[in-house]
């Protein structure tokens, strides 16, 4: 009689070991599963202390470069859309420069409707922010010609581009569903080169074209001066291409 009750309480003890190890391992599924949602929303400094359960106040960061997209003529050509339409045009689009963003290295901000924001620099104090943008600005400009037209589908999809470079305050915005933004007038004034350019041209301040043209490798071109809203005149250039044979500023990337 007592054996069959030690039999039992050891039989008890295993399933309940079992049980234990079966939820630790759900448990750790689950933190992975956090971590890398974390990771796709937050940048990666921030997640850390996030996870170590260390306040994240909002930081200075003395020069980043930041990017503007927005689609020409997307609110009147979605018109003529369906929904269900806008939304499948921007996941195909904005799945296309999520990559470009990862294989450039550039960290993704946010995006309302057809606008893009991007931010290159908080993770590097140096100068190589801005050469990444601009890499990045190209390889976008390139990898869109794959997306269909859903209005116009034998027509590319044309964009407009906005680059400057400066100092921004970054932080957490909320407790539900957290946000990273950005604060500064150099967003705003990435903003205006964007809603100030042509399609398919990538507008840049005199700051960016100067670390541009320093760096001997890409060709940039003087628009002239240019009336920005809340800015004045300002004077403004144009980032046609690479003078190097960069992989990075092909299709074919984002088509392998």
Not at 229 to 236: A, L, Q, W
């Amino acid at each position: 009689m007592q054996e069959g009750w030690l039999l039992g309480e050891a039989q008890l003890d295993v399933d309940y070991v079992r049980q234990l190890e079966q939820v630790i391992r759900a448990l750790e599924t689950e933190k992975r599963l956090a971590t890398r949602l974390l990771n796709d929303i937050l940048p990666p400094l921030v997640v850390t202390d996030l996870l170590a359960g260390r306040s994240v106040p909002p930081q200075n960061f003395e020069d980043v470069t930041v990017f503007f997209f927005d689609v020409v003529g997307f609110t009147k050509f979605a018109k003529g859309m369906e929904p269900m339409q806008i939304a499948n045009f921007l996941n195909e689009l904005y799945t296309v420069i999520d990559l470009c963003a990862a294989v450039a290295d550039v960290y993704k901000v946010e995006t309302i409707g057809d606008a893009y924001m991007a931010v290159a620099g908080l993770a590097s104090p140096s100068k190589r922010h801005t050469c990444c943008m601009a890499d990045f600005s190209l390889f976008v400009r390139e990898a869109v010609k794959i997306v269909r037209n859903p209005v116009r589908p034998d027509e590319p999809i044309e964009l407009r581009f906005g680059l400057h470079s400066g100092p921004v305050v970054a932080g957490i915005v909320g407790h539900m569903m957290p946000r990273y933004f950005l604060f500064d007038d150099t967003v705003n004034t990435a903003s205006r080169m964007e809603t100030t350019g042509d399609a398919n041209m990538i507008h840049c301040s005199a700051q960016v074209a100067e670390t541009l043209a320093a760096s001997k490798r890409y060709q940039v071109a003087k628009r002239g001066d240019v009336e920005v809203k809340g800015r004045g005149t300002m004077e403004t250039y144009w980032l046609h291409s690479t003078t190097e044979d960069n992989p990075m500023c092909k299709p074919s990337v984002v088509q392998e």
